[in-house]
């Protein structure tokens, strides 16, 4: 049994709207061993992890799992491995819920085994620990067993170790749920605590408990207990005599000075660290000193307030939850040694380490072992029964203190008086440590201190007290950051399909632009920001769109979405305004698991499966059509056929539709709100289209409407983005790019698929040219052979004369292997052999040769793949300093002047053709 591959999604994906992780797993002979086939394994695993049996799994109820894995044959171990994957995380303190297993379309043997996870490496951990543990606990005549001197027990709590360092702590965790279950999206920002909250310029940001509206000034105050202790005072609020000390000696002399006993403490500690409280003796105080100052080269010398410990919670100026904090203790029953007592209450499920649970574990340290020592007591001694001991002098839970909820008694005085506090300080959360006799009695009349004020207040005690009523601070926090009605979400269009997809993103952020948005972009070319190149690359993944939503000055994005992200890692978001499938067409087939365009259209459905809104579909294209059935969103149908049934129908169910219809002045690109019919603008009048010629970029202008209307545009700055947007190389680079200041035109793209380049051949035959049509051609290394062929095959009837090339970066391929490839798919569409290079030719040599060889009235058609480098070489050729024609031993034989171009199809030809 083995893990043969892992893909962790981080957004929704093929699998789930959620994140997962997937594993692809080999049971090797264990296949032919179900749960009921291995003798003892069940009752060993429940052993091991006695929560399985809480797992509902197919049944719904606890046991079912269970039941599944004794009942009949049985369950297999891909199965098994799935929900151990997932108990082990929860045990781990990052709890998730949801799995599946699946074997179709794999081989026998195999399976996808499918997991949630919160935290990755940690639900990575759970994976491999889960085959060692089922391996562990095999029969030992398997060939899958692992050793019998492994032990389960200790990699568990390494386990839990490495969630601590990676998981949200309790606070933040809190803190994101409470974001979550308000429907506002967050992102990681680094492997702590910090987060975003909200996209763009929407957003806020929190770590632990300090918020983007945490003023720095107020956590220094804070930080400085003597300052913090200075300000109350002035505002005769109730705190202890205090002094700053250098020394053990200054300690002694200023605890002299203000009387015993006295506290001693760090300035700017946190979580009790170097505390030491009910100090009575000079020898106390050094020793306390010298601890302290292990966390502060300043300490501090304070009066000893006898009474309780508080913690009193202040969020936005109103004290949310008070928390009474116990001291980590032992209570004696006069058989175990304190040592044993301690392992006693550590054995209690809800304690954990650090912060994995709702308590921490008891740790008899130096702090225990001093308090002990003033008792006359050491970790062997047996304490009568009923004797309460504390091992700790403060009541911070992270150190094994418990908290009990006094929320709802505290005296209004005491309310008041921790709001001034807070208030004082300057901060939007604050934690206000008051130590009294009991907090429902007034400060006036029963006496009480403040002995400090927190900035980052822990919220563990708040959410999940020992004892009392569990309270919902978090929610409050972010109901502060994002007061009711304050925008968290920028608006989201997510673009994807096979062809189109970087011409209509381009439309649609510049309409928005104009429109007066800061558009966040990212295409396969780059990530722009305001119409400014950010990052280059291909940048259509989820990496690329988070640079986006992570950028404070943007208010709308516009994501092209490629199907290698989302079969790599998911989406990089969770919900968007609108979706957009432009078509699902033969590319990329046999990569990543994908082989069929039904799976490549499973692929592209993920990003309208998210749209909260509006869907805008192809409805041209059937798949790309039934989608709607799977999208939360409305769906904005585009089609060129006015008989389509399906936009009829829906345009009478008072939908909303893009279609293009004939006009006395030519096609027109025609809005249908309900029944209300808008004519946009004429097709011609949209410079990408070419003068109406390049009918694919008609439909990318149609889906561009559906796009923008669906964000809300006008219809006006609809017409007029679309009227304003062209194909120039720096707009959209390697997409319908003419260059027209030679004697003859040069056409630069980038189709490098059967369906994109039966849009380009359609476009090239529509265009008027006097001279011939040459074509510089090339297909990507890592398509199939058939697709390849398709491609030549393709091409064949809209060049007069093909150069053939390849791309410097072959994907795998052999040296002119895609190029022969290519010939042959061209002479197996009776292209004529003569009118094709008789070499194969590197990139830059082949754009060079073609531009050489080109005449007045030609059309030089170049499928560039270095599309910088062949813009470069199109616009300096033949200037001064440029790239000069070479010198070449003989001419192509295959462009001779005299050689007589391929006629114009008429409309009856073409048609006939199509047929054919």
């Known amino acids: 049994m083995k893990i ?82 997932i108990e082990l995380q929860c045990l781990a303190g990052t709890p998730v819920s949801y799995g599946k297993t699946r074997g179709h379309g794999l081989p026998k043997g195999e399976y996808h085994v499918i997991y949630s996870y919160e935290e990755e490496v940690v639900g990575l951990e759970a994976a491999e620990l889960g085959v060692r543990l089922i391996r562990h606990l095999l029969p030992q005549e398997r060939e899958a067993y692992l050793d019998g001197d492994w032990s389960f027990q200790p990699e568990l709590e390494d386990l839990v170790r490495l969630a601590q360092r990676r998981a949200f702590g309790p606070s933040t965790g809190a803190l994101v749920r409470a974001a979550e279950e308000r429907g506002v999206p967050w992102i990681r920002l680094n492997d702590r605590s910090l987060v975003q909250l909200g996209h763009g ?55 002299e000075r203000i009387g015993y006993p006295v506290v001693v403490k760090p300035l700017d500690g946190n979580h009790g660290k170097g505390v030491s409280i009910n100090l009575t003796t000079p020898g106390q105080v050094r020793t306390a000193f010298e601890k302290a100052y292990e966390y502060s080269s300043v300490v ?68 225990a072992e001093r308090l002990l020592e003033a008792a006359g007591l050491d970790v062997q001694s047996v304490l009568p029964a009923g004797e309460v001991f504390s091992l700790r002098s403060t009541g911070n839970l992270s150190t094994g203190g418990t908290s009990v909820d006094k929320t709802d008694v505290i005296h209004y005085d005491n309310r008041i008086m921790a709001e001034r506090a807070v208030k004082a300080v300057g901060l939007d959360v604050g934690g206000v440590d008051f130590i009294s006799p009991d907090v429902t009695r007034s400060y006036k009349e029963a006496g009480g201190s403040i002995v400090e004020v927190n900035a980052a207040p822990g919220f563990r005690m708040h959410t999940a007290p020992t004892e009392g009523k569990p309270r919902d601070v978090a929610g409050p926090v ?132 998210v749209a909260q809104d509006w869907c805008v579909l192809n409805a041209d294209d059937e798949r790309v059509a039934a989608m709607a059935a799977e999208s939360p969103g409305k769906p904005i149908y585009v089609t060129l056929q006015r008989e389509n049934e399906l936009v009829r129908g829906h345009i009478r169910n008072k939908g909303r539709a893009v279609a293009l219809e ?54 006006e700055n609809i017409r007029q983005g679309l009227r304003t947007f062209t194909t120039d190389f720096y707009q959209t680079p390697g997409r319908m790019n003419f260059y027209n200041e030679h004697s003859f035109r040069v056409l630069l793209d980038y189709a490098h698929n059967p369906h994109g380049m039966a849009a380009m051949v ?143 199809l008429t409309d009856e030809r073409r048609a006939g053709e199509h047929e054919d």
């Open 201 to 255: 310029k929407f957003q806020r940001r929190i770590q632990a408990t300090v918020t983007s509206e945490t003023r720095h000034t107020a956590v220094e105050i804070a930080s400085d207990k003597r300052l913090t202790n200075q300000i109350l005072s002035d505002l005769g609020l109730p705190v202890p005599r205090q002094e700053r000390v250098r020394g053990p000696n200054d300690a002694v002399e200023a605890a």
């Open 4 to 85: 043969l591959d892992t893909r962790v999604y981080r957004g929704p994906n093929l699998y789930a709207l959620r994140k997962v992780i997937r594993l692809r797993v080999d049971l090797g002979e264990l296949e032919d061993f179900p749960t009921a086939r291995l003798p003892g394994f069940v009752d060993r695993l429940l052993a091991a992890i006695p929560s399985l049996r809480e797992h509902t799994c197919s049944y719904g109820e606890p046991g079912g799992f269970v039941r599944r894995m004794v009942e009949d044959e049985g369950t297999w171990l891909g199965h098994v491995l799935e929900h151990v994957a």
């Open 300 to 367: 501090i010398v304070e009066t000893f307030q006898e009474g309780h410990d508080y913690r009193i919670l202040v969020v936005n100026g109103k004290v949310l939850a008070v928390a009474q904090r116990v001291p980590g203790h032992v209570v004696g029953d006069g058989l175990h040694t304190v040592a044993e007592l301690v392992e006693i209450v550590n054995q209690d499920p809800r304690r954990g380490i650090g912060h994995e649970k709702v308590l921490t574990r008891l740790e008899l340290d130096h702090q």
């Open 478 to 609: 972010i109901d502060m950051l994002f007061p009711p009605g304050t925008p968290y979400r920028i608006p989201i269009a997510a673009i994807t399909g096979t062809n189109g997809k970087t011409t209509t993103t381009r439309m649609v952020g510049h309409i928005l632009k104009l429109s007066g948005y800061c558009v966040g972009m990212t295409t396969s070319d780059g990530v722009y920001i305001d119409g400014e190149l950010t990052v280059a690359g291909d940048m259509t993944g989820p990496w690329a769109s988070h640079l986006v939503l992570r950028d404070p000055s943007v208010d709308a994005a516009v994501l092209e979405t490629a199907r290698g992200g989302i079969v790599r890692s998911g989406l990089g978001w969770r919900k968007c305004k609108v979706g957009a499938v432009l078509n699902v067409a033969s590319d990329h087939l046999g990569m990543g698991g994908i082989n069929s365009l039904d799976e490549l259209a499973e692929v592209k459905r993920v990003v309208v499966e």
């Open 762 to 904: 359609r476009t090239i035959r529509e265009l008027k040219v006097t001279g011939r049509r040459i074509g510089v051609l090339a297909a990507a290394g890592d398509r199939r052979d058939e697709d390849i062929l398709e491609l030549a095959r393709t091409a064949a009837p809209a060049f007069d004369f093909i150069l053939l090339r390849e791309d410097e970066n072959r994907r795998g391929r052999g040296r002119w292997e895609t190029g022969e490839l290519l010939r042959q798919g061209l002479l197996a569409a009776g292209y004529p052999a003569e009118r094709l290079s008789p070499e194969v030719y590197e990139e830059e040599d082949a754009v060079q040769r073609a531009l050489e060889a080109a005449q007045p009235g030609d059309l030089l058609v170049i499928f560039g793949d270095d599309l910088e480098r062949d813009w470069q070489q199109i616009v300096n050729f033949g200037r001064p300093g440029g790239n000069a024609p070479m010198a070449m031993p003989s001419p192509i034989p295959i462009f001779a002047p005299d050689d007589p171009p391929l006629p114009v």
């Open 662 to 715: 004939e006009g006395l002045n030519g096609p027109m690109i025609v809005l249908y709100e309900g029944e209300e019919h808008i004519p946009l603008l004429w097709a011609r009048q949209i410079p990408a289209t070419v003068e109406g010629a390049a009918i694919h970029n008609v439909q990318n202008a149609m889906f561009a409407t559906a796009i923008a209307h669906a964000m809300g545009i006008s219809l």
